[in-house]
């Protein structure tokens, strides 16, 4: 059954991978096998992840670039095409996220969230799939999406909506890339002490939460590892393309 989930000799390319979540996901692929490319625009946490898989056995090599920044895109897919030869799989794992009242809502600021969070990642698509298209790699790309993006929450409009059109994007993806052999699908995380989040995370806003959540209590960010390695895993979900992956805690699951 290990086989199932082995990615040794695959390349994932984890943007965001200097992330809370990001990086535990990228950590998940090397203790799998795949060499990883850690894309973060602060290039000094991306290479503390990559010190890190490093120190487990694992290889990996850090990466600079601007997900809103198509040139920046390009240009960081050229540098890792030299130095892996292409990639199997794609993590777009980056967020930004703002708890501004939506009448105080601003179109820079919409902008600047909506950059990062949904344009981005089409970016990321367009040069990362086309080349793995190119090279004639079947793989497998995974968006990190969020429960919001399906429940209304409060004080997150704009990352709300933002990770809707993620989902949307994912299941037209999936479509659009099928007959490639590339897979696309997208994990929805429950909710995780990550960077984004913090500071909307009052004690009165704690308590909603695991007032709505079954399992009582936030994830970790080793509790993505599952899903996303079986998700890039080939063997594992050859047939599973399009999919919204809930790891939530059962959060998507209550109502009343």
């Not at 998940?28 to 625009?41: D, T, Y």
């Not at 010190?51 to 670039?65: D, L, T, V």
């Not at 030299?82 to 703002?98: H, M």
């Not at 994830?219 to 393309?241: M, R, Y």
Request: glycine content about 10%.
């Amino acid at each position: 059954m290990t086989n199932l989930f082995d990615l040794t000799g695959k390349t994932a390319v984890a943007i965001g991978g200097n992330s809370v979540l990001g990086s535990s996901i990228a950590t998940g692929f090397a203790e799998h096998g795949a060499r990883v490319a850690i894309v973060g625009r602060n290039l000094e946490k991306a290479q503390e992840v990559v010190n890190s898989i490093q120190g487990s056995g694992g290889e990996a090599k850090a990466f600079q670039a601007d997900v809103s920044s198509k040139d920046s895109l390009i240009q960081v897919a050229s540098e890792i095409e030299a130095w892996s030869g292409g990639w199997d799989i794609l993590l777009n794992a980056p967020g930004k996220n703002s708890s501004t009242p939506f009448f105080e809502l601003g179109l820079e600021e919409w902008d600047d969230i909506m950059d990062v969070n949904l344009k981005g990642i089409v970016i990321t698509c367009q040069i990362f799939a086309k080349r793995m298209i190119e090279q004639k790699r079947s793989g497998s790309i995974i968006n990190i999406s969020s429960v919001s993006s399906t429940t209304p929450l409060s004080k997150v409009f704009t990352y709300s909506v933002s990770k809707a059109g993620l989902n949307s994007a994912t299941q037209f993806l999936a479509r659009e890339f099928a007959p490639e052999g590339i897979r696309v699908n997208a994990i929805i995380p429950g909710f995780f002490p990550a960077e984004q989040n913090r500071k909307i995370l009052s004690p009165d806003r704690i308590e909603s939460i695991m007032k709505h959540t079954p399992m009582n209590r936030f994830g970790t960010p080793e509790e993505l590892k599952g899903a996303a390695i079986f998700l890039a895993s080939d063997q594992a979900s050859s047939f599973v393309t399009g999919t919204l992956l809930r790891v939530d805690g059962g959060f998507g699951s209550m109502t009343i």
